[in-house]
């Protein structure tokens, strides 16, 4: 089973890149991005592998990005239900892209994190 320091190594080591800092909280890891946006990883100590992964943009580019797999009924007609997306917008949710694993899920939604960075960053 996945434990929250193991998916701090991912987000510092591997995306060091876009990855400025990192803050444990309470029940979380919150990831600071290089443009001040952040990335919080919320890993269930309760729970066997229920994750949450959340990229907020709200103030950079009013949208955010989350996977997680939290049984929300709203998405259950989803053929990757529990597990979603939600690709800019918390009322929407998709399919997921990501594997259902929290580390290598993390590590894909990290790259989409870095993807999409790429594009704003860019002159």
């Known amino acids: 089973m996945a434990k929250l320091e ?9 995306f060091a890149a876009i990855v400025k800092d990192s803050i444990p909280m309470e029940f979380k890891l919150r990831a600071i991005l290089l443009d001040g946006s952040f990335v919080d990883i ?3 100590e309760r729970l066997p592998n229920k994750f949450a992964y959340h990229w907020e943009r709200m103030d950079k580019a009013g949208t ?9 009924p709203r998405w259950k007609h989803l053929a990757t239900f529990p597990f ?7 009322e929407t949710a998709e399919n ?9 899920g993390l590590r894909e939604f990290m790259k989409f994190v870095e993807e999409q960075l790429k594009q704003t960053l860019t002159p």
Do not use: I, K, M, T
């Not at 193991?6 to 591997?14: K, Q, T, Y």
């Open 6 to 14: 193991d998916l701090r190594r991912v987000a510092e080591v591997e």
């Open 42 to 44: 919320f890993l269930s």
């Open 96 to 104: 997921s892209p990501f594997p259902q694993s929290p580390v290598a």
């Open 84 to 90: 979603h997306f939600h690709n800019g917008s918390q």
């Open 64 to 72: 955010l990005y989350r996977y997680d797999n939290v049984p929300d």
